[in-house]
C-alpha cells in the first residue's frame, strides 16, 4: 500500500512536469507567476517587477556588479531567479553571499518562504515525493530529485569554492565584506564561464575591492558589467503635495535642473535626508547620497579631504555626460607605417578631430606599465581654447606609450609632447627623441640663481619646486571652470584626490591619479606653449591678425 502511495504521488509529480512542458514559460513569467513574498506591509503577494527590475533583467549578463540604492528589490530579484533556476534544472548549485549574519538569515529566510509557496505537486517532483527537502544545514536547501542544491552562507565565516562548482553566484553588499579579496578569489575560480554572478551593492567609501572592481569595470579592463540604478528611477520614491505649496531651495533647484525630478521627487528626497544621521564625519545630505546615488561617483564617499569642490564636480559629470565621442586603437609599425583606428572601448577617446588651423598640446603622466598597476594617461588639449579634445589612457611599456603618443601628436598637427620626466618618462622622452624623432616636444626651461645659467631639458619635471605651483594653479582651474574637461573618467578621478594626513594632494588609497596629474600638467604646459608667431608679431606691432590697427 505504501509503495502505491508514492507511485500516485511520483505520478502527480510528473504530471505537474508533463504540464509545464505542454506549455512553456520564460523564466520571467515563471517567477511572476509562482514566486511569492512578503511586503513590507506583511502581505503575501505573487513578485511583480518594478521598473527598475524589469529593466535589469533584460541587460543582465552572466558577469554583473551594480551598484544601487537601498530597498530597490536587487537581492529579491536575484534571489528569485536563481532559485527558480535551482528548481528546474538538475545538477545547479546556487550560492547566495551576504555581508553578516543578520542579512545571512534574512536571505535565506526568503529563500525558505519561495520554497514553502510552491505548489505541493513542485516539491514532490523536487524531492522524490517527499515534501521537504534535504538539508545539509540551516542554510541549505538540497533537492534530492535535481541535484540541485541553494547554499545561504556570510562573507567571512565560510569558505565557498574550494573544490566546488558554482553555477549561480550571488554576492550581496559586497563593498561591506570583511576580506572580499580572499574571498572572491576562491569565488570566481568556482564559476564556469557560462554561469551567473552578480556583485551588488550600495556605496560604501573608496578604494575598497567594489569601488576598484567597479571602477576597472567602466573602463572595460575587466571581464564585469557595471549597473548602475539611482534612487529616482524608483516610482515609490515621491511624495504627494497634498495642496500645499513647496518651495524647493536653490540647491534642490540645481539637482531638480540636473535630473529632471519632480517636485514630489524633490519632498521625497528632503524627507528622506532629514531622516539621515550626521556621524563619521559625513553630513545628513553625504550620508543620502551613499545610501540614495544620485550618480555613481558621488556616493563613493573618500576618507580624506577632496582637493575640490564635489558638488561642483557632480555638476560637471552630468555635462561631460552628454559628450559625445569616438574611441579609437592607435597602431604604430614605423614613421611611414602608423593609424588611429576606430575601435569599440578603445584606449584613445577622441571628442574633437583635429582643426587645421588650431594648435595643440599633449600633456603626459607615465606609469611603468604593469597591468595590475598604475596607469599611462594623455591629454590632448587645444591651445587657444584650453578644451580638452582627446584622452590616451592604458597600460603599456613605456616605449609603446612614447610611440602612441607621437602617432597621436602627428594626427593633431603635430601637438607640442609634454610627458613627465620623472622615472618612467625617461624612457618615453628616449623613444620620441630617438627612435621616432618627434620634433615637437616641451622643452623646461631651469634657472641656475648662482650662475646665471639657462639649462633646457625636454619633458615636464614635477619636483618639490614644481609640484606646488601644479596644485595651487589646478584648485584655480578647477574653481574658475577655466579649461574645458570633457572625461567621466577624469572627473571621476578628481573625486578621490584628496588632502592626505600630511597634506599632499594625491589619490585616495586603493584609488589612481593618473590622468589628474596629466591634466595638472597640461595647466603648465599651455601656460608655457610658445604663442604662435603672428600672434607674438600682432602684440609687437599693435596690429591684429587681419592687418587692421588695433
Not at 558577469?63 to 536587487?74: E, H, S, V
Not at 533556476?85 to 547566495?96: A, E, F, G, K, L
Not at 574658475?480 to 573625486?495: I, P, Q, Y
Not at 608655457?528 to 607674438?536: D, E, H, Q, T
Request: aromatic letters at 12%.
Amino acid at each position: 500500500m505504501l509503495g502505491k502511495f508514492h507511485d500516485r504521488l511520483r505520478e502527480q509529480a510528473t504530471g505537474f512536469a508533463k504540464r509545464n512542458d505542454q506549455k512553456p514559460e520564460d523564466a520571467k513569467t515563471r517567477i511572476q507567476k509562482r514566486i511569492f513574498i512578503r511586503t513590507k506591509d506583511k502581505n503575501v503577494v505573487n513578485l511583480k517587477f518594478n521598473p527598475i527590475q524589469s529593466i535589469y533583467w533584460e541587460e543582465r549578463t552572466n558577469r554583473d556588479i551594480i551598484l544601487k540604492p537601498r530597498q530597490l528589490g536587487f537581492s529579491t530579484l536575484i534571489l528569485s531567479e536563481f532559485f527558480d533556476d535551482t528548481i528546474n534544472n538538475p545538477n545547479t548549485t546556487t550560492v547566495i553571499i551576504a555581508h553578516d549574519s543578520e542579512s545571512t538569515k534574512k536571505l535565506f529566510n526568503a529563500v525558505q518562504f519561495m520554497y514553502n509557496n510552491l505548489p505541493e505537486a513542485k516539491k514532490m517532483q523536487l524531492n522524490n515525493g517527499k515534501t521537504k527537502p534535504k538539508y545539509g544545514n540551516r542554510k541549505e536547501f538540497y533537492f534530492e530529485a535535481l541535484n540541485s542544491r541553494i547554499t545561504v552562507g556570510t562573507a567571512g565565516s565560510t569558505d565557498f569554492g574550494r573544490g566546488d562548482t558554482i553555477h549561480n553566484l550571488h554576492c550581496s553588499e559586497v563593498a561591506f565584506w570583511p576580506d572580499p579579496e580572499t574571498l572572491m578569489t576562491g569565488l570566481l575560480q568556482a564559476v564556469p564561464r557560462d554561469g551567473r554572478i552578480v556583485l551588488e551593492t550600495t556605496a560604501n567609501g573608496v578604494g575598497n575591492y567594489f569601488y576598484r572592481t567597479y571602477q576597472e569595470a567602466k573602463q572595460g579592463v575587466v571581464d564585469w558589467k557595471p549597473k548602475f540604478y539611482r534612487w529616482f528611477d524608483h516610482p515609490d520614491y515621491q511624495l504627494p503635495l497634498e495642496g500645499k505649496e513647496f518651495s524647493p531651495t536653490k540647491a534642490e533647484q540645481r539637482v531638480m535642473e540636473l535630473y529632471g525630478l519632480t517636485l514630489e521627487q524633490v519632498k521625497w528626497r528632503r524627507w528622506k535626508i532629514s531622516e539621515m544621521p550626521e556621524k563619521d564625519g559625513m553630513s545628513k545630505e553625504e550620508h543620502f547620497l551613499q545610501e540614495y546615488p544620485e550618480d555613481d561617483q558621488s556616493c563613493f564617499l573618500s576618507s580624506g579631504r577632496p582637493v575640490f569642490n564635489l558638488k561642483d564636480l557632480k555638476q560637471m559629470i552630468e555635462v561631460a555626460k552628454q559628450k559625445p565621442y569616438t574611441t579609437h586603437y592607435i597602431d604604430y609599425v614605423d614613421n611611414m607605417n602608423h593609424s588611429i583606428v576606430e575601435q569599440d572601448e578603445g584606449e584613445l577617446w577622441i571628442w574633437k578631430e583635429p582643426d587645421p588651423n588650431e594648435r595643440y598640446l599633449i600633456a603626459c603622466d607615465v606609469s611603468e606599465g604593469k597591468s595590475n598597476g598604475d596607469f599611462s594617461a594623455a591629454h590632448v588639449f587645444e591651445w587657444s581654447s584650453g578644451e580638452q579634445v582627446a584622452e590616451l589612457h592604458g597600460h603599456w611599456d613605456p616605449d609603446i606609450f612614447g610611440k602612441k603618443l607621437a602617432v597621436l601628436g602627428w594626427h593633431y598637427n603635430t601637438a607640442m609632447i609634454g610627458p613627465e620626466r620623472n622615472n618612467h618618462g625617461h624612457s618615453v622622452l628616449n623613444t620620441l627623441i630617438n627612435q621616432v624623432a618627434y620634433d615637437n616636444l616641451y622643452y623646461h626651461v631651469d634657472y641656475d640663481s648662482k650662475t646665471g645659467e639657462e639649462k633646457k631639458e625636454p619633458g615636464w619635471p614635477t619636483t618639490p619646486k614644481t609640484r606646488p605651483i601644479m596644485m595651487s594653479e589646478l584648485r584655480t582651474i578647477m574653481r574658475e571652470g577655466l579649461m574645458t574637461l570633457n572625461s567621466t573618467r577624469l572627473l571621476g578621478e578628481c573625486f578621490t584626490f584628496i588632502v592626505n594626513d600630511k597634506g599632499k594632494e594625491e589619490a585616495q588609497g586603493g584609488c589612481h591619479d593618473d590622468l589628474v596629474m596629466a591634466f595638472a600638467i597640461g595647466i603648465q604646459l599651455r601656460k608655457y606653449m610658445p604663442a604662435p608667431k603672428y600672434v607674438l608679431n600682432s602684440f609687437i606691432t599693435g596690429f591684429s591678425m587681419n592687418g587692421g590697427e588695433n
